[in-house]
T-cell receptor
Framework: AQRVTQPEKLLSVFKGAPVELKCNYSYSGSPELFWYVQYSRQRLQLLLRHISRESIKGFTADLNKGETSFHLKKPFAQEEDSAMYYCALSFRGSTLGRLYFGRGTQLTVWP | GAVVSQHPSRVICKSGTSVKIECRSLDFQATTMFWYRQFPKQSLMLMATSNEGSKATYEQGVEKDKFLINHASLTLSTLTVTSAHPEDSSFYIC???????????FGEGSRLTVL
């Protein structure tokens, strides 16, 4: 069953424009949500997690349990934000690190 | 940050042979590692949880006899694709938890091509 949905495979914006990468999940319990990023020719790395409520590199994401969403947002996109972004879910109480990923969204920020 | 290394990064083999992929945590100990599979332009699919000193836990639909996982030490997990066939061709990625925060660190991935 598809647990994490990222509806956009590709997303392009111009530098300085706001960007939102969508993520919806299906899970009846209490999930833990993450955003991972993969820059060109680099390995996957953690961007942020919902329990931290942090802003990393200007990105934020709020868990909306009513809409079962965890959209990633940045008010002013930069060229260096161009990368593949994956939303991931972990079941609270399961082995920490057991993640289920969405298919990813390729973000391109044009100059 | 912590580093997870995979070897080989690329491997090509003939159909019917077995291939071993290693995943090492270079500067930390990892009692738990995870193996993922990624098809072209698709998501990472969790295959199994590798537990040091015990049997791996496989996700539903993953053949444990096909994908043998061994986690014999705190820094090494291996994935062996047995009797590989062209449909096993894929990008295999491992991850391990490390550091004070228990953050998940990913390897660079291993691309398997079965001819």
């Amino acid at each position: 069953a598809q647990r994490v949905t990222q509806p956009e495979k590709l997303l392009s914006v111009f530098k300085g424009a706001p960007v939102e990468l969508k993520c919806n999940y299906s899970y009846s319990g209490s999930p833990e949500l993450f955003w991972y990023v993969q820059y060109s020719r680099q390995r996957l790395q953690l961007l942020l997690r919902h329990i931290s409520r942090e802003s990393i590199k200007g990105f934020t994401a709020d868990l909306n349990k009513g809409e079962t969403s965890f959209h990633l947002k940045k008010p002013f996109a930069q060229e260096e934000d161009s990368a593949m972004y994956y939303c991931a879910l972990s079941f609270r109480g399961s082995t920490l690190g057991r993640l289920y990923f969405g298919r990813g969204t390729q973000l391109t920020v044009w100059p | 940050g912590a580093v997870v290394s995979q070897h080989p990064s690329r491997v090509i083999c003939k159909s019917g042979t077995s291939v071993k992929i290693e995943c090492r945590s270079l500067d930390f100990q990892a009692t738990t590692m995870f193996w993922y599979r990624q098809f072209p332009k698709q998501s990472l699919m969790l295959m199994a949880t590798s537990n040091e000193g015990s049997k791996a836990t496989y996700e539903q639909g993953v053949e444990k006899d096909k994908f043998l996982i061994n986690h014999a030490s705190l820094t090494l997990s291996t994935l062996t694709v047995t009797s590989a066939h062209p449909e096993d061709s894929s990008f295999y990625i491992c991850s391990a938890r490390g550091g004070d925060t228990g953050e998940l660190f990913f390897g660079e991935g291993s691309r398997l091509t079965v001819l």
